[in-house]
């Protein structure tokens, strides 16, 4: 590495060598540099879940509301971070600022995690809920016959299976429908999509709002994924690690330069 001195004209930088990025400005410890542009991820907002919420008329879900509730804190709170970011102490320099705002941002990030586990169990705790309601909607029910009904649906045409499966569903039998339902779909020569679109019809027939209410949490579970991913991959350029990277590198030097004139 090299450098030359503009010392004649004071408005000249001092200049060094470097094999990766030709000359460049030396800077010193004062030195501030530009930081990349952070924008919170518009994946992290309750907005969508509550509109969703709304036009399914759930507005009132308590599950969907705390799922919008915590998406729009975790906004807030990304928000405080790049607050911090942009207003930085005066009285120290980039790199020890840069330094303070990683652990505030790992910290938040942390709290972020957190919260989406208390959230998705919720939403776990709720569509198991669900599941009880909707067994007692369909009438679930066995005689003790769940066999011999599973080993005659397996040995029907797949016509005539989906004509009898209809046929139990639009009677509401709840024998039929909880040896269809109760077990391994292949038990009945059914594949597990085929299984879970006979639920889905049983539901949309005797019990439409648990299906509702199923598929909206489905939908927030996918938003909150979403929001909690997003967060994640916008953590370092919020934390400007490559200007950070940047800093230790200047730090290894000044130590091989302390080290090569005997200061350490």
């Known amino acids: 590495m090299s450098y030359f001195d503009a010392s004649k004209n004071p408005e000249t930088p001092r200049m ?4 990766k990025g030709g000359y460049q400005p030396i800077q010193d410890a004062n030195a501030v ?3 990349p542009e952070y924008s919170i991820p518009s994946d992290v907002h309750g907005g969508h879940v509550s509109e ?16 919008a509730a ?3 804190s975790w906004r807030e709170s990304l ?11 005066v009285s120290k320099t980039q790199a020890a600022n840069l330094a303070d705002l990683g652990k505030i941002a790992d910290s938040a990030m942390k709290t972020i995690g957190l919260s989406y586990d208390n959230v998705r169990d919720q939403i776990k705790a709720r569509a198991a809920a669900l599941d009880v309601e909707a067994h007692q909607a369909l009438g679930l029910s066995t005689r003790g016959h769940d066999a011999e009904i599973r080993a005659t649906l397996r040995g029907m045409s797949a016509k005539d299976r989906d004509q009898a499966i209809t046929n139990a569903i639009e009677a ?3 024998e039929v429908l909880q040896a269809i339902l109760g077990g391994a779909a292949v038990t009945v020569g059914a594949t597990s999509e085929q299984q879970a679109i006979w639920k889905t019809r049983a539901l949309l027939k005797h019990a439409p709002e648990i299906d509702r209410q199923k598929r909206a949490l489905a939908e927030a579970q996918v938003s909150l994924d979403a929001a909690l991913a997003s967060a994640h991959e916008s953590l370092p350029t919020l934390k400007a690690s490559k200007v950070v990277e940047s800093y230790a590198g200047q730090d290894a030097a000044a130590e091989a330069a302390l080290a090569a004139v005997g200061g350490r």
């Open 70 to 72: 915590k998406m729009d």
């Open 33 to 35: 540099k530009p930081l």
């Open 16 to 19: 060094q060598w470097t094999q």
């Open 79 to 89: 928000g405080r971070v790049k607050a911090v970011r942009e207003n930085p102490s």
């Open 52 to 67: 969703m919420a709304a036009e399914a008329g759930l507005s009132d879900d308590h599950v969907l509301r705390n799922v």
């Open 172 to 174: 509401g039998d709840g």
